[in-house]
């Protein structure tokens, strides 16, 4: 490949900086991604070398169409060996790599710009399942719900769910760390892994595939992979761990005054019910509206309305536990005391199936309803109300007509503080205002010491919030990090942090 | 300060490379020590500034008495920004820093080894406790007892806890990522922390103390920090987690006829418990025959003797749970089995404590028993039988009358796999044999996809272990780690992995 002029130091150019300058808009010669590509096609077979459109059309535009990239190729590689291969192959070609595994992600973390896309889809084997050892392992490419299932099978719970997880595959839910509906008690993607199997930028292997409880065996490698965004390697198996399965499992659905309510609610209940408690969730009224409105299907839970709903769920897999009756006697509680408007509990799992579809279905109808500007965010559990409430009033005092839909995991503090656009108003026009309304729902978030990435990520959409919001000191060791990891800068170029050459995080769509 | 010739790759000195040669052996002159010496007595205060003999023996030995360290004074800062002054001047005059807390580790992570011994017993300040947040701000120096204090005194746990808790801080606990009795239910001490903040080896301060359930915001640097023994920056301060007090407690301590049937009974316990399960220790026949041997305030808890004891705790947080009535359901259906000898439960907490003591215990009266070498190894749950059965028979055949104590943390599959000298032995030459039977188990420990280093740590005593077993690339990559972020290598040199120019693990006593 030709030789690429490389920034040294902040001041000047020289040769001896192994990074080329701005990988994403470097272009390789037509020879060079030539050879590449015949490399690829060679190591994995033609068939999973896909250079036509069509074929790689799907890899280039996240979810919400908020950006669309450019790759040379997709690439399927079917094992550990071959990811390591392809790796190895760019790296020797200086080209950039972007994994993907369902590009389920909400922050643009996976669009490539320039380079190869490499889909680890073919890494779908569940290697084992050891009950015995409460792990299971299982490939990069496994689909989150087959994970579930394999655990299920053995009679064993993989707690990890969140809306996408018929798509999403369990290598991308390490590298975002992704939340989702059972953090409360089971914790984030990262607190499910015992090990880890990781291509490095330089095509090397680290096998970190333990299934132990405690291992204090120098530094704890794979908590730096989790939730990297793929820029600092590419996940390819990992060690997760299995719990038992709940026996007994009720789910209610709560009307309150407000969410301030919702959160006294969830302080009481998480005192009493402790571990049992498996998830609080907040709906505002708005949001339930909705998605009676754009779901024909779904049953209005409660008569009347109320400001704010909780879905609270108890499960326990105590021989004879009676979740049931553990619900209803504190939702009874709640109620004498005010505390509570009005409840209902799922007599049936069926039933309780539909109160979660409530909570699961409200971000695709919120589509229905126009442009939509999101925040996934987190406060101390102590600040939440306070947020909520600070951000709700300073948003709807900057554009009246605006719809705020402030809903989500409360337990966990964290709250997708979405607002729908005012009816009738120019959906692009709106989100144009995106920059404006990040400036207020951040600075709101860290006035009352949050994060502005809560479990969605970084990615490109909040890169530069990051830089804004991010400790100096902290965004300084990220970088180090990557430069250490990644040298040359090809794993997922441009994400999280920006290096030196990295273009804008907001390129067209 | 003098220039040093500095190692640049693996083949030459070049002027180049920041890196001093062997920063352990280099004995400032003694102008950079004065100079170094004086600019903290500025800052610090003459009477933090220890350097009398006296004053400085305590630092330089660990708890076994298997280092003994050399240093230029110990400092005692009393601050965050302190500590951050102590780190720039120490950088500034190229002299290494080794931190300590309560200096009650087990592998030598704390032995100085020349340079500056940094004392974080005057950070002692509980910044913060926030029972709405279920979260806790604790300055580094804080005992770990004193944590636990100040949570039970705001109406909750923190759930950390092992034998040194008297006199272990915290930032130890964390720069060393603290194991103990409650792991099965909580967690390392890793899965306790919410935030950090910590000083780098730049003498900049990064504040991630953040109390929040949820944080993605780039890379997650506290794991990084936690469990690297100070190698890489110093823990200053940290937000905890804290957990509803548990309202029931019952201990029982069960004799069995083998170490496998108490991992069975483990088996049994935990998918019946789950979590109510919060401790599942082991101690063998001979653990217990030496704990009431030597302490004679103990009392034998079951009749006749038994091939192995398990305590068992249950615990929970449910009003109304009977954990008691729980316990005895589960043991006399063991018994009943046949899986179970005998079985006795603690009618009261006084009787639980004493319980509790005979494991507890046993460690220290081991040492009336001369000599132990001594392994803190752990493996899959499933392999766990397997690796005391298999490592018992290897060492006792490598040496006849040899004493093994394979006891803990079975239900972390952690094992404290110590070997007590034969009965008449010379104690020293028996721990002459330390590496071969290093090599003994800790070869069958890798057989079994397990790890040489558990709960306690690498720092000296494992760090050639750890250079002979680890996969090559996880040791590049904490090499590169290591490198990237204390590029001089001052933060406790020689710890957890060499560098090129680092001295031996084993200097004399």
């Known amino acids: 490949m030709a030789t690429h002029p490389a920034k040294g130091g902040a001041s000047g150019y ?39 459109a069509e074929d790689v059309a799907p890899a280039l535009v996240e979810s919400r169409g908020l950006y669309r990239g450019t790759a040379l190729a997709v690439v399927r590689p079917g ?29 643009g973390g996976g669009v490539p710009y320039g380079g190869i896309v490499l889909s680890l889809a073919r890494l779908d084997r569940v290697r084992a399942v050891n009950p015995g050892d409460a792990a299971i392992t299982v490939e990069a490419g496994v689909i989150l719900a087959d994970v579930q299932a394999a655990a299920d099978a053995a009679g064993m719970l993989f707690p ?24 409360l008690a089971y914790g984030n993607a990262r607190d499910l892994v015992l090990g880890l199997e990781v291509v490095l930028a330089d095509g090397r292997i680290w096998n970190g595939l333990k299934a132990l409880r405690k291992n204090n065996a120098g530094y704890d490698l794979k908590h730096l992979f989790i939730g990297s965004e793929g820029t600092l390697g590419i996940i390819t198996a990992a060690v997760l761990k299995l719990f038992p399965k709940p026996v007994s499992r009720s789910v209610g659905f709560v009307g309150l005054a407000s969410f301030r309510s919702a959160v006294e609610l969830f302080s009481r209940m998480s005192r009493a019910a402790d571990r049992d408690l498996t998830a609080f969730e907040v709906i505002p009224r708005f949001g339930l509206d909705i998605v009676l409105k754009h779901a024909p299907d779904m049953i209005r839970p409660l008569h009347g309305g109320h400001a ?9 897999t105590r021989p004879g536990a009676d979740t049931a009756a553990e619900l209803e006697t504190l939702l009874a509680g709640a109620i004498e005391d005010g505390l509570v408007q ?38 101390p559990l102590s600040r939440l109300a306070d947020f909520v409430e600070h951000a709700t009033e300073a948003c709807e005092a900057a554009m009246p007509g605006l719809r705020v839909c402030a809903f989500g995991h409360a337990g ?77 800068d090809l794993m997922n170029p441009g994400k999280i942090v920006a290096l030196g050459d990295d273009p804008p995080a907001a390129l067209p769509v």
């Open 160 to 183: 990890l769910s969140y809306a996408a997880e018929g798509s999403a595959r369990i290598g991308g839910n390490l590298a975002t760390n992704a939340g989702g509906t059972a953090v």
């Open 342 to 379: 009005d409840a209902t509990i799922g007599a049936s799992e069926a039933q309780n199936a539909a109160l979660w579809a409530l909570r699961e279905r409200l971000p695709e109808t919120q589509k229905a309803e126009g442009g939509s500007i999101k925040h996934d965010v987190s406060v």
């Open 79 to 107: 094992s550990t060996e071959e990811v390591a291969a392809t790796v190895r192959a760019c790296a020797e070609a200086g080209v950039p790599i972007v994994a993907q595994g369902g590009n389920t992600g909400l922050v």
């Open 412 to 488: 966990d503090g964290n709250i997708h503080f979405n607002l729908s656009q005012p009816v009738g108003m120019d959906k692009a026009a709106f989100l144009g205002e995106w920059g404006r309304f990040n400036r207020i729902v951040h600075d709101i978030v860290m006035e009352l010491d949050g994060s502005i990435a809560a479990e969605h990520g970084i990615g490109l959409i909040k890169r530069d919030e990051l830089a804004l919001y991010g400790d100096p000191v902290g965004l300084d060791l990220m970088r180090r990090l990557k430069t250490a990891l990644d040298p040359r």
């Open 14 to 52: 020289v040769e001896a900086d192994p990074r080329p300058a701005n990988p994403f808009l470097m272009t390789p010669s037509p020879e060079t991604a030539e050879t590449l590509l015949a490399t690829l096609r060679d190591r994995l077979g033609e068939k999973h070398v896909l250079t036509a």
């Open 308 to 316: 704010a709903y909780a879905l609270v769920e108890l499960s326990s």
